[in-house]
């Protein structure tokens, strides 16, 4: 397609109205033909809806990729056409003065509220993901303002004790029977890993809490630590395959009497010490300590007191594995000051920390080093893809615990949002080892299958 057709200008001297739709050269995917009658039941604004989807528009002419957008003035391609492709519709024009004043987070609003539509929406996040510093610019200006709003917001939600158990609240107490409408049986919620022999959702969480126990060298009777439990998987598939006693900390009270419901189900629940407990409240010494995708929870007001608790609980021979979700190094400071969509609407008081944060205030507050690092995070776009097609397939369910429709938008664009972050390699995900001084264990790479049910 010639460059004038790929790209939108918004003068009338270079506007250019797609007339036909080269599927095989620009989409990935297939999109309904919208007839003349039904653009012309699309809504046009007022002038000031006009003037802010020319200046949205005039901004998209830089993707690199292609966007058509299908509103009440046509139907039309945005970008270079090159590389990915993604489509929108837009169903309610005010979208665009959202878009001017909110910028990304106005335009998952506008999603919940039914503004705009696609067909693959994580597509589409993956484009503006990867086109990630034309998306800053979409949220400055009078978005730029809003942004600031919000993050004030989130800066209110640090994660004192007080103020960590009431975020845990506003995620992990939805209630245990939504979660259980995309987890597996095990309840993991945290990246599995896939490979040949572990092909489905289950057994892939069930690999990962196998590489996990296996880079603890854990072993009968071992005393394992686990920080922040969710609903069991780790500390019931410890006590139960590795014969680990497990003292298992969560600040959920809904998780806490699920794991403890579960683990005595398994008839191992005298091997398994549930509390309802604050990292920073933990006593005694521990050989070996877990604690899965936990961190991204303390915020970054609270690293150092994070990683001086993990440093004063493992023992002089100890070590510690920790999975976590993480952020671009180079990215790190603008985000943490900043407040996006997950942080705004599904994990409150949040802040995905970078590598290098992390390591910063391990070497700061212990004597522990790094020893083992795997990155994970092609696993968990797979992991989320599942997630999503369980929650998809569950709607009806959803709708009838109680949950909105507006609700169940938000999940579809959070399961989307974080796979789109995977899948561009934006967001990582890192098991990482650390020991201290006198650690000798050896770190076994491969899970054992056997163990695996």
């Known amino acids: 397609m010639a460059k004038k057709d790929a790209v939108l200008s918004t003068s009338n001297s270079q506007q250019e109205t797609v007339k036909s739709w080269d599927r095989e050269k620009l989409m990935n995917t297939s999109i309904p033909e919208l007839h003349d009658s039904h653009r012309h039941d699309m809504p046009r604004s007022n002038p000031i809806d006009t003037l802010c989807r020319t200046i949205v528009h005039r901004k998209l002419k830089h993707l690199n990729g292609a966007l058509r957008i299908t509103d009440g003035w046509g139907d039309e391609i945005v970008g270079d056409g090159k590389g990915l492709a993604a ?21 998952a609003e506008g999603w919940m509220d039914q503004q705009w539509t696609t067909d693959n929406l994580t597509d589409l996040v993956r484009l503006f993901v990867r086109n990630i510093a ?29 103020g960590s158990r009431k975020n845990i609240r506003a995620h992990y107490d939805l209630g245990n029977d939504l979660f259980s409408l995309f987890l597996d049986s095990t309840m993991t919620y945290s990246a599995a890993i896939f490979d040949t022999n572990h092909k489905t959702l289950e057994s892939a969480s069930i690999n990962k809490l196998n590489r996990i126990c296996q880079k603890l060298n854990l072993e009968k009777d071992d005393h394992l630590l686990e920080i922040g439990c969710g609903w069991g998987s780790l500390a019931i598939h410890a006590a139960k395959y590795y014969g680990a006693r497990v003292t298992a900390v969560t600040i959920s009270q809904s998780q806490l009497d699920f794991a403890k419901s579960r683990a005595e189900f398994e008839g191992i629940g005298n091997r398994i010490d549930f509390q309802l407990r604050d990292y920073r409240d933990i006593k005694g010494r521990f050989k070996k300590i877990a604690s899965i995708e936990m961190v991204e929870a303390v915020g970054h007001q609270y690293l150092p007191e994070f990683f001086k608790c993990c440093g004063k609980l493992l023992d002089h021979d100890g070590c510690l594995v920790i999975q976590a979700i993480t952020m671009p190094d180079q990215r790190y400071k603008k985000y943490r000051k900043s407040c996006d969509f997950i942080q705004k609407y599904i994990f409150p008081g949040s802040c995905v920390p970078s590598l290098e944060a992390m390591l910063a205030q391990v070497k700061l507050r212990s004597n522990m080093k790094l020893i083992h690092l795997d990155d994970i995070g092609t696993q968990y776009a797979e ?10 397939n569950s709607e009806n369910e959803a709708r009838t615990l109680g949950y909105s429709d507006r609700f169940i938008r938000l999940w579809h664009y959070y399961l989307s949002y974080c796979e789109a972050g995977f899948q561009e390699r934006y967001l990582s995900n890192l098991q990482m080892v650390f020991a201290k001084p006198g650690w000798r264990d050896f770190i076994v790479e491969s899970a054992s299958v056997s163990r695996d049910r």
């Not at 992991?383 to 998809?392: A, E, G, I």
């Open 134 to 162: 034309l998306s800053d610019t979409l949220d400055r200006g009078l978005s730029g303002i809003a942004a600031l709003i919000a993050s004030l917001v989130h800066r209110n939600k640090a994660n004192s004790r007080v």
């Open 87 to 107: 489509e929108m519709r837009v169903i309610d024009p005010t979208i665009y003065r959202r878009l001017m004043t909110s910028g990304s987070l106005g335009a």
């Open 383 to 392: 992991t989320l893809n599942h997630w999503h097609d369980r929650f998809s």
